[in-house]
């Protein structure tokens, strides 16, 4: 497989944690998978980018989101929600990414179409495992020598 042929995978991170921020950037880093990290804040910052307002109206449509729902503003959950109702976003492949263990969640979760439920803390072994599994949504993953 060619890399050179292959456009990286657009991917936003809704995350309001620094540390799992930074700890997302490493696992991507480390990962074979090809792309394009947007981190977003808050569920605010994260509804605006997905109906491409203000500063977004220019962003291309993410392939992949990898959303934690306990979030400032507006809650990953409403943002869950919006995007499962929305004819362009409801195909959209979620990761939810949360410290949330709780029974009504992760079946809202799952009720809702994610493509993946992951209960924080990840360790950075774990959560590079985690982002190579990309490949089972239909990306393609490229060899440590090729990234």
Avoid at 75 to 98: I, N
Avoid at 124 to 139: A, T
């Amino acid at each position: 497989m060619n890399s050179k042929n292959m456009r990286p995978i657009e991917i936003v991170l809704v995350e309001d944690n620094p540390g799992d921020i930074v700890l997302t950037q490493e696992a991507f880093s480390e990962a074979k998978v090809l792309n394009n990290l947007k981190v977003l804040r808050d569920g605010e910052e994260a509804l605006a980018y997905l109906n491409k307002e203000g500063q977004y109206q220019d962003m291309k449509k993410p392939d992949l989101i990898f959303l934690d729902l306990n979030l400032p503003k507006v809650d990953g959950r409403e943002v869950l929600e919006f995007m499962k109702s929305s004819e362009h976003l409801k195909d959209l492949p979620v990761v939810v990414l949360t410290g949330s263990d709780a029974d009504h969640d992760i079946l809202k979760a799952y009720d809702l179409n994610v493509n993946s439920y992951m209960v924080k803390p990840l360790n950075l072994e774990q959560f590079v495992n985690v982002i190579n599994s990309v490949e089972s949504f239909g990306f393609s993953v490229v060899s440590t020598s090729d990234g």
